[in-house]
């Protein structure tokens, strides 16, 4: 019995899977160079002293016509040296500016307080949002503004992270399964994730939702706009595989910092509809089938084993040969490990507590 409900629940984990792939692999119309709207690019930042000036050397490197360009760091109230960094790094710089929350606009905290304020003074017709942790491409910009043909109402793009250790090369690979699974739901039609250091949408769809005020407050507050723009129900939402959308990020230092990072994802992933907690199941089936694998151990359990290995290794190794990433075996193989205790985990920890610790406040 046990090896025909885990052979089912494997099929579907399978299945899964190319739909993912066939949805992330759709190609989309993109506007010529000459049709590029104006832009402002957002990022908020708080206590990133040790990351913030290679987040803005790479935005100061973008290939962007300038006069359409605007750079907009807020400072979310830091107690360290980050205001201070990013004055002395924009000085001079006509296209950046930067700013702190003046206020807590409704019940609004946190980020998406932060990035509230800044929306009230961007002028661009597009806006871009990256974290102060990460790293943007010369093309990022015109990539990822390139995709608003029609009614294209938010373009979602990729990230990977940087790091060598095995530790670290498992959350690249993690960052890259998700985003390649939000990306084939949002392709077809049904988005159940983005991810806010790597994402743009029209001011104007933020606008008719009423912007971030007018949105129920969550830990993840992209994933929250991303749902209010959709359900409108009149805009497309879209997420190329183009490494021209690639924004790299600084991974967590260790584990404590990675799982508060999970548990507050975990604790927005809880706003999902079925069709998220569809998808969902089947991953945390799939894990927990694998965990049971002594107890009910058979050759035929063991091979839906290697089969569902071997379909993660094929389904990112994809991916990165798209996006043209370096695939190393050992992070695959700690990916692995980590992937199985944290699906099981996550979700059984949400039970007991969902109080969530991120950037030294509590939510």
């Not at 400072?75 to 980050?82: A, F």
């Not at 995709?147 to 530790?167: E, H, L, R």
């Amino acid at each position: 019995m046990f090896e025909l409900i885990f052979g089912i629940v494997i099929l579907g984990y399978l299945i899964q899977q190319v739909i993912f792939v066939y949805g992330a692999s759709k190609k989309y119309a993109t506007l010529p160079e000459s049709e590029f709207p104006t832009i402002s690019i957002l990022v908020a930042a708080r206590n990133e002293e040790n990351n913030i000036i290679a987040c803005l050397e790479s935005l100061d490197r973008l290939d962007y016509d300038r006069s359409k360009l605007e750079i907009i760091i807020i400072d979310d109230h830091s107690t360290d040296k980050t205001a201070e960094l990013v004055r002395k790094f924009i000085e001079g710089k006509e296209y950046f500016r930067t700013m702190s929350p003046e206020k807590n606009l409704g019940h609004l905290k946190g980020k998406a307080n932060a990035l509230a304020n800044a929306l009230k003074t961007a002028k661009g017709e597009i806006i871009l949002t990256t974290d102060a942790d990460c790293a943007v491409s010369a093309d990022w910009a015109k990539t990822m503004t390139s995709y608003f043909t029609g009614n294209v109402a938010m373009v979602g793009g990729y990230t990977n992270q940087t790091g060598a250790a095995p530790f670290l090369e498992m959350q690249s690979l993690d960052f890259i399964y998700l985003l390649a699974v939000a990306a084939g739901t949002m392709n077809l039609g049904k988005p159940l994730s983005c991810i806010g250091n790597n994402m743009a949408y029209r001011r104007s769809v933020y606008e008719e939702v009423g912007g971030y005020e007018a949105i129920p407050f969550s830990v993840t507050e992209d994933f929250k706009l991303l749902m209010a723009m959709y359900n409108l129900k009149k805009y497309k939402f879209i997420s190329p595989l183009d490494k021209g959308t690639l924004v790299t990020s600084m991974p967590c230092e260790n584990l404590s910092s990675l799982v508060r990072q999970k548990k507050r994802w975990g604790v927005g992933g809880l706003d999902s509809d079925l069709s998220g907690f569809t998808v969902l199941s089947f991953g945390f089936l799939a894990h927990a089938g694998i965990l049971l694998l002594p107890l009910f151990f058979s050759w035929t359990v063991f091979a839906f084993t290697l089969i569902k290995f071997f379909a993660d290794y094929i389904f990112l190794q994809y991916f990165h040969r798209k996006l043209e990433l370096k695939f190393k075996l050992s992070g695959f193989i700690t990916f692995q490990i980590y992937f199985i205790i944290y699906v099981i985990l996550l979700p059984l920890s949400l039970i007991f507590s969902r109080k969530v610790v991120w950037k030294g406040r509590e939510f």
